[in-house]
């Protein structure tokens, strides 16, 4: 063929946007999606949190317009967004040590974090993402040029975290490395660091010189609470004084996905940083700039008057408590259906994973056995625990126990 995009190579669809398709296509009148990693309610329907609902309310009273917002974001949300990540009374927050842009979520404030440690750390860096990892980490940081190499993060064997493993890889490795890692509720397995394990992680990456990308993508829907699930971040920048970049998003825990609100931060380490912060900030809103222009109003009205209205803000966080509850109430019952039916194994890793996701153990074997019976999951074995809720759980303890004792 001869005209311009002729030998365009189509690309496969995103697994979980072709999982989904498949489970539109399925005509069965019980089926389960238990691929997407957004909240649904105990009916299965998605979910406005009351807090949201209420600024809602309160900005249609007073319609924040539709003007374009500065380069660096609205300056409400960058504030308040900083107080939720570093903790409101942080001496990060206040001292020239974050520069801060409001993004197009979380994917977009890892957009801006890619291009700036491009441009201004080290193109030639290696990138170091866990195995396994939200699968877009690896191909954002390709798609720019990076390499990128895995560090052991999951322990198949005891369904636990690899701690040793990871730790003695980042020791391994050149200096200077870029780490991705996941400051709560970590996608897809579910494993978190303890702070005894953060605390020895900080301590490498400071040795070494690497750059923690720190992904804040559930804060507060992992744990139900904002301080517990952000302590990771504080430790790492405040306690230990590290550099690096602090990638936050609104979407699961403001359910506000379709919006688009997050916020990309980078930390210097010292108070006498003021003209490096300066510089800083100009470049990731440059960067921004030539990306998306300016970011969006919308939703980031919403957090930010969440944020800042004492009252939406206490409803927040009981919103949080209603989210993260529910999930974990679902993985005790998965556990509780599991051994009811003596299905051969040890579940209990379900109930002390934590966040959105359980990383069940089935082999893709079962996995695809389970879509048989309409129950649709990634075939690395990984739910969305929020996927299940009172009227399917005993339908898919069942489906487990079958395909289990099958194989
Ligand atoms: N990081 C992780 C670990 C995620 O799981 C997700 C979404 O699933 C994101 C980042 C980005 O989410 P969003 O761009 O919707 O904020």
Known sequence: MSFAFADTPYEAPDAMFELKAAFDRDTATRKLNLGPGAYLDNEGRSWILPAVAAAETQLQASPPGHEYLPILGLPAFRQAARSIAFGGDSPLINGPKIATLQTISGTGAIRIAVQFLKLFYNAAATVYVSDPSWSNHRVMFEYAGFKVEDYPYYDTPTRSLAFTRMLQRMEAVEDGGIFVLQACGHNPTGCDLTHDQWSQLAKVLQRKNHIPLLDNAYQGFAGGSLEDDGWSVRHLF????????????????????GERVGAVHVVLPANDSQSVIRAVESQIGWISRKEISTPVRYGATIASTII???ALFEQWKKDLVTMSSRIKLMREKVLQGLKARDTPGDWSHVVTQVGMFSYTGLTEAQVLKLREKSIYLSETGRISVSGLNDGNVDYFCDCVDEVVRAS
């Open 308 to 310: 800042t209205t004492p």
């Open 238 to 257: 405040s306690d230990h004084g590290l550099t690096g970049i602090l990638c936050q998003s609104f979407s699961k825990s403001m359910g506000l996905y």
